[in-house]
């Protein structure tokens, strides 16, 4: 299976920061990457698909980038409505797998 | 717009099964994948497997193999998930989500709690 981690675990930032999560996959998986942001009892919502296509309806300050072994997740400017759980998901091959996730709050 | 309704909170003992249900609205149901995923209390995001609506080819992960079933009605747009010899290890919500074939899931059902307790 191909292991995810993220970095950091967690973090606190203030509004208007701009703040950067990294994902890494234990082997390439090309551009086969989704970020999700979820908020405490709710499902997660998908924000970048293929690494760097920003979903729909997503605020255009999210922007993902990367590939290969490494990605980021970037947030421009920090809003409060942003403070949530971040995963990263892999889908180049079978099991999918998630990374354990950043907890990002508001100082 | 894209609706996936799960059905509600089950409690089941141990050694029993449950079977959850995720009926699709707002696109074509066959032009789509469900993908089945689930998170423990506290815990992170999980991936069970996934079924291809049109003609039910199904991928479970290994960890879930011969314990997990997935189906599909197409008359409906529904797809059940039953997990089947329940531990404590299983509670968990449960949550169904579209997906097109070797992507990632973009929307996802409002989740499904499901205890496993004696």
């Known amino acids: 299976d191909i292991q995810m981690t993220q970095s950091p675990s967690s973090l606190s930032a203030s509004v208007g920061d701009r703040v950067t999560i990294t994902c890494r996959a234990s082997q390439g998986i090309r551009n086969d990457l989704a970020w999700y942001q979820q908020k405490p009892g709710k499902a997660p919502i998908r924000l970048i698909y293929v690494a760097s296509s920003l979903q729909s309806g997503v605020p255009s300050r999210f922007s993902g980038s990367g590939s290969g072994t490494e990605f980021t997740l970037t947030i421009t400017s920090l809003q409060p409505e942003d403070s949530a759980t971040y995963y990263c998901l892999q889908h180049n091959s079978y099991p999918f797998t998630f990374g354990p996730g950043t907890k990002v709050g508001i100082k | 717009q894209v609706h996936l309704v799960q059905s509600g909170a089950e409690v089941k003992k141990p050694g029993a099964s449950v079977r959850v249900s995720c009926k699709a609205s707002?696109?074509?149901?066959?032009?789509?994948?469900i993908t089945w995923l689930r998170q423990a209390p506290g815990q992170g995001l999980e991936w069970m497997g996934w079924?291809?609506?049109?003609?039910?080819?199904?991928n479970y992960a290994q960890k879930f193999q011969g314990r997990v079933t997935m189906t599909t009605d197409t008359s409906t747009s529904t797809v059940y998930m039953e997990l089947r010899s329940l531990t404590s290890a299983d509670t968990a919500v449960y949550y169904c989500?579209?997906?097109?074939?070797?992507?990632?899931?973009?929307?996802w059902g409002q989740g499904t709690l499901v205890t496993v307790s004696s």
């Open positions: 079924i291809t609506t049109y003609n039910s080819n199904t």
């Open positions: 989500a579209r997906s097109a074939k070797w992507g990632s899931p973009d929307y």
């Open positions: 707002g696109y074509t149901f066959t032009t789509y994948s």
